[in-house]
């Protein structure tokens, strides 16, 4: 049950128990019935299995169907109420999502995203680029990117 997961997601030491944890539980507790472009969303993400070293939950208690201007909405409340390696992993999904769904300003500003916050997420995604520690991306993942898409 969805129950679970939520317990576990408030469990972890990296999540900071604030307003933006709970206005993310509220979206990925809701059944979604809006019609129109869905992306599986895996509420405890797979940054946060990776950091406690452990398998990515692909149960369907942890996957959640979420239109795509809430599942960048959920990877915003994520990085608002996170720490450490695993902020830095959120940023980088948000700003991987906003940069390549070529949203408009005015729809990051509706996130509650000043230009502040934007400059401070462009700073944490340079050094997470350069951390090779924290870096996701590994020199064939870039090397398939620039051969199947211009």
């Not at 869905?38 to 405890?44: F, K, P, T, V, Y």
Request: charged share 25%.
């Amino acid at each position: 049950m969805k129950e679970n997961i939520i317990k576990k997601l408030t469990s972890v030491p990296f999540i900071i128990n604030n307003k933006y944890l709970k206005q993310y539980i509220e979206l990925v507790s809701i059944k979604n019935t809006q019609v129109g472009y869905q992306e599986l969303h895996h509420i405890i993400c797979k940054s946060f299995s990776k950091t406690l070293n452990e398998q990515v939950d692909n149960s369907a208690d942890n996957l959640v169907s979420l239109l795509f201007k809430d599942h960048c909405k959920a990877h915003w409340l994520l990085y608002k109420c996170t720490t450490g390696e695993v902020k830095a992993a959120m940023a980088n999904a948000f700003v991987s999502m906003i940069a390549f769904k070529n949203l408009s300003k005015d729809t990051l500003l509706a996130f509650g995203l000043t230009e502040t916050d934007y400059n401070e997420l462009q700073l944490k995604i340079e050094k997470l680029r350069q951390d090779k520690a924290l870096n996701y991306w590994k020199a064939e993942d870039d090397e398939f990117l620039i051969k199947n898409y211009a």
